[in-house]
């Protein structure tokens, strides 16, 4: 089983502003899947990244980028430049490779993107 | 990309009735969807997974005389919130995987608002 913190309840920042969401995990599998999801206002979930428990290169996709550090547990996620758009919640979530679709979803961190 | 649809997208019933939320993969076949629950202000919570062909499996707490499950087919997969109270309302989203690709992407649904009143 997978614990997930997201020790950031709320972050509020102003547009163009860079934004850091937190996200430390608890897991005793060896493969796994690090997921991060946004829920905006409309609640539908909107698939952001995904990350393997192997492969620690972190990468940049557009206006997101994603530091993966497995000898602390931990998979932050970074919107660079945010916009009003990016107001949403997002959630942090490991998945075990022997359990896929059982998300343990963490407490998730609500950002406001202010003009 | 694949496509997981929820009907309804909201519903408002009486408290005691019974109402049904269905889950459909669009364009592929699931064997397996999961079933979440979302209070107000809170995280997603697993609540079951649902096996075409057999029977559902409950997360612990989740009662399984209450949330009844029914998955009849590879693309359909039904929640029934029986004699639903106040306490039930909630967002309920479904989820389910595309069996013929090696991708551990999750496809979710856009989730049902329910209020009981």
């Known amino acids: 089983a997978q614990k997930v913190t997201q020790a950031q309840t709320e972050i509020s920042v102003v547009e163009k502003e860079d934004v850091t969401l937190d996200c430390v995990y608890e897991?005793?599998?060896?493969?796994?899947?690090l997921f991060w999801y946004k829920q905006p206002p409309s609640g539908e979930l909107v698939f952001l990244i995904r990350?393997?428990?192997?492969?620690?290169q972190n990468e940049i996709s557009g206006r997101y980028s994603w530091n993966f550090q497995k000898s602390t547990s931990s998979f932050n996620f970074t919107i660079t430049a945010s916009q009003v758009v990016d107001s949403a919640v997002y959630f942090c979530a490991p998945i075990s490779r022997d359990s896929w679709g059982k998300f343990q979803f963490g407490a998730g961190t609500q950002v406001v993107v202010t003009p | 990309g694949a496509v997981v649809s929820q009907h309804p997208s909201w519903v408002i019933c009486k408290s005691g009735t019974s109402v049904k939320i269905e889950c459909r993969s669009l364009?592929?076949?699931?064997?397996?969807m999961f079933w979440y629950r979302q209070f107000p202000k809170q995280s997603l919570m697993l609540m079951a997974t649902s096996n075409e062909g057999s029977k559902a499996t409950y997360e612990q707490g989740v009662e399984k005389d209450k949330f009844l499950i029914n998955h009849a087919s590879l693309t359909l997969s039904t929640l029934t919130v029986t004699s639903a109270h106040p306490e039930d309302s909630s967002f309920y989203i479904c989820?389910?995987?595309?069996?013929?690709?090696?991708?551990?992407?999750?496809?979710f649904g856009p989730g049902t608002r329910l209020t009981v009143t």
């Open positions: 364009d592929f076949q699931a064997t397996t």
């Open positions: 989820s389910a995987r595309d069996l013929s690709g090696y991708s551990y992407e999750q496809y």
């Open positions: 897991t005793r599998d060896t493969t796994y899947y």
């Open positions: 990350r393997n428990s192997f492969d620690e």
